[in-house]
T-cell receptor, first 113, second 111 residues
Framework: GENVEQHPSTLSVQEGDSAVIKCTYS??????FPWYKQELGKRPQLIID?????GEKKDQRIAVTLNKTAKHFSLHITETQPEDSAVYFC????????????FGAGTRLFVKA | DAGVTQSPTHLIKTRGQQVTLRCSPKSGHDTVSWYQQALGQGPQFIFQ???????QRGNFPDRFSGHQYPNYSSELNVNALLLGDSALYLC??????????FGQGTRLTVV
């Protein structure tokens, strides 16, 4: 079945450093890749997404890259701040025959001040 | 715009009971997806409703069923509750492949 693997499970960085989270998906029909941030006790919130016809997308301090050949996509956060501390989830989705989204297991990011 | 709203926010049920969770999608959205999120894990896709029909389903038993109404609101029903069904149940609404917005979730505890 479809699967999304996410690494690392925990990431600790110093404020101002960069953080990188990597995901691999198995369903080659996936064509939409959102990233969600979930703070403790709150709902997941979309922070950035990328579609399969694009290799890279950037929004201020956040960027996502996609390698369809390798079925690999990554989240890059630059100049990290303490408020970036949260759990981040990658996901893969496809719109053929009705889409369903498969989530990774999550990365707990700690940004130390 | 109230966004995606779910009710109730918390619920405690006994093993073997049945539960119904409700979701109102974000205004303008026609697709509702349900997820189960166990503690410390990522959301697991249960199923998706579009035009009042189940369009996609994840690896969940038939004890999990749902419904979508003409106004796009949706219900998740779970029969014969097990302790392992304790989790945060999230509803997400979307319009086609446009980004999905999550509700705040319903925390279900089965005792």
């Amino acid at each position: 079945g479809e699967n999304v693997e996410q690494h690392p499970s925990t990431l600790s960085v110093q404020e101002g450093d960069s953080a990188v989270i990597k995901c691999t998906y198995s369903d080659s029909a996936s064509n939409y890749f959102p990233w969600y941030k979930q703070e403790l006790g709150k709902r997941p919130q979309l922070i950035i997404d990328i579609r399969s016809n694009v290799g890279e997308k950037k929004d201020q301090r956040i960027a996502v890259t996609l390698n369809k050949t390798a079925k690999h996509f990554s989240l890059h956060i630059t100049e990290t701040q303490p408020e970036d501390s949260a759990v981040y989830f990658c996901a893969a989705s496809r719109d053929t025959g009705g889409f369903k989204t498969i989530f990774g297991a999550g990365t707990r990011l700690f940004v130390k001040a | 715009d109230a966004g995606v709203t779910q009710s109730p926010t918390h619920l405690i049920k006994t093993r073997g009971q049945q539960v119904t969770l409700r979701c109102s999608p974000k205004s303008g959205h026609d697709t509702v997806s349900w997820y189960q999120q166990a503690l410390g894990q990522g959301p697991q896709f249960i199923f998706q409703y579009y035009e009042e029909e189940e369009r996609q389903r994840g690896n969940f038993p038939d004890r999990f069923s749902g419904h979508q109404y003409p106004n796009y609101s949706s219900e998740l029903n779970v029969n014969a509750l097990l302790l392992g069904d304790s989790a945060l149940y999230l509803c997400a609404s979307s319009l086609g492949m446009i980004e999905a917005f999550f509700g705040q979730g319903t925390r279900l505890t089965v005792v």
